[in-house]
Structure formats: structure tokens, C-alpha cells
T-cell receptor, first 114, second 115 residues
Framework: DVKVTQSSRYLVKRTGEKVFLECVQDMDHENMFWYRQDPGLGLRLIYFSYDVKMKEKGDIPEGYSVSREKKERFSLILESASTNQTSMYLC?????????????FGQGTRLTVV | AQTVTQSQPEMSVQEAETVTLSCTYDTSENNYYLFWYKQPPSRQMILVIRQEAYKQQNATENRFSVNFQKAAKSFSLKISDSQLGDTAMYFCAFQAGAGSYQLTFGKGTKLSVIP
């Protein structure tokens, strides 16, 4: 089975802190995504990556950056956390842009910024 | 840009009954894929069912089936013989065909199955 693992299920950080959310997938998938999930807003795409060191902005990239130094790992970085970034963050991966299959999701990280 | 609309924020259904969740979408693409994802209270999102736009036949997966109306840009999910384990958030999602990376999600429908 494909496994997408997010490093933390719950995080509490202070305003202004630099925050790293880590995601690892074990099936050699090319494409990885970071979504933010808020009640009544659904899932909104923050960033995605289709290859190592490649990244593209999604719909709401402001206040975030990403890093993909290895194929299996995709990190979301909050350079200076703010209270409006309190949310659920979901990582996902898919095998290839040429063969569309289902997306595989991590279990989510609930981030609270105080 | 594609948009996905789920007009029912919350729904409930009695155990063993049938329920239909609505989804409409807007796109100028002709080739695309549609999905229903389920997110149980434990939060791991999983695929329920998928539909390729070029296929006229509606997809079915056990108790889950879709009613795909391409001209109307409608993609509803029917759950038959509802079970307590079906309690979850359900998201409709759109993908614009081969070569596209992005999934566009609706805002979700919270389904509660009542014993």
C-alpha cells in the first residue's frame, strides 16, 4: 500500500516562529501537494511539486514556501507563523502526471498558532 | 479555471437508507476526471469512486454509484444501504485530464448516518 506520512498530527506554535511541516511518501511518486483544509472552505492548494527541486504555486501560496530536495519528501514552511495560518494541513501524492490515478493523502497536521 | 460546487454542507440519513450527495462543476475542458473522496473523523482522506468524462457509463463501487450528467456538469454520489461507517466528510473533486497536476475540490458535505 502507498503510504503518505506527515511528521506530526498536532502542532502548537507561537506567532512569528518558523514552522516546518514534513511529508514523506514511500512509492516513488513524482507529484506531491500541500493543501490547507478549513471548515466551509474545503481543500485549497498551497503548493505542489512535480519533481525534485521543482515547485509551483497553488491557489493560496502567500505566507508559505516549500522544499523538495528528495523525491520522497516534500516540506511546507511557514516562514513566520501567524494566527490566520491555524488550520489543518494535508499532504498528498500521485504517481505521475501522465497516468492519472487517485491521490494518496497523509493523515493531516492540525496546526495551531497562538 | 475550474470550480466545484457542493451545495449541501450537511446531510443526514438513517442507517440502511439511501442518500444522494450533489456536486456540480464548471469547466471548458472536454477531457477530465471526477472523484469523490471520503474523509472519516480520523481524517485520512480516501478515494470512494472516480469517473472519466469520456465514459458515458456511470461508475459503481459496491454500495457507491454516481450519476454523471456531462451536459449538465453534474456529478452526484449515491450511497445505498448506508452504514455507520459512512459517516464522514465527502469531497467532490475535478482534475482536468492527462498532463494536469491539480485537483480542485468542493467545500465538502458532512454526512451523518443515524442508527
Amino acid at each position: 500500500d502507498v503510504k503518505v506520512t506527515q511528521s506530526s498530527r498536532y502542532l502548537v506554535k507561537r506567532t512569528g516562529e518558523k514552522v516546518f511541516l514534513e511529508c514523506v511518501q514511500d512509492m516513488d511518486h513524482e507529484n506531491m501537494f500541500w493543501y490547507r483544509q478549513d471548515p466551509g472552505l474545503g481543500l485549497r492548494l498551497i503548493y505542489f511539486s512535480y519533481d525534485v527541486k521543482m515547485k509551483e504555486k497553488g491557489d493560496i501560496p502567500e505566507g508559505y514556501s516549500v522544499s523538495r530536495e528528495k523525491k520522497e519528501r516534500f516540506s511546507l514552511i511557514l516562514e513566520s507563523a501567524s494566527t490566520n495560518q491555524t488550520s489543518m494541513y494535508l499532504c498528498a501524492s500521485i504517481p505521475s502526471r501522465e497516468i492519472w490515478t487517485e491521490a494518496f493523502f497523509g493523515q493531516g497536521t492540525r496546526l495551531t498558532v497562538v | 479555471a475550474q470550480t466545484v460546487t457542493q451545495s449541501q454542507p450537511e446531510m443526514s440519513v438513517q442507517e440502511a437508507e439511501t442518500v444522494t450527495l450533489s456536486c456540480t462543476y464548471d469547466t471548458s475542458e472536454n477531457n477530465y476526471y471526477l472523484f469523490w473522496y471520503k474523509q472519516p473523523p480520523s481524517r485520512q482522506m480516501i478515494l470512494v469512486i472516480r469517473q472519466e468524462a469520456y465514459k458515458q457509463q456511470n461508475a459503481t463501487e459496491n454500495r457507491f454509484s454516481v450519476n454523471f450528467q456531462k451536459a449538465a456538469k453534474s456529478f452526484s454520489l449515491k450511497i445505498s444501504d448506508s452504514q455507520l461507517g459512512d459517516t464522514a466528510m465527502y469531497f467532490c473533486a475535478f482534475q482536468a485530464g492527462a498532463g494536469s497536476y491539480q485537483l480542485t475540490f468542493g467545500k465538502g458535505t458532512k454526512l451523518s448516518v443515524i442508527p
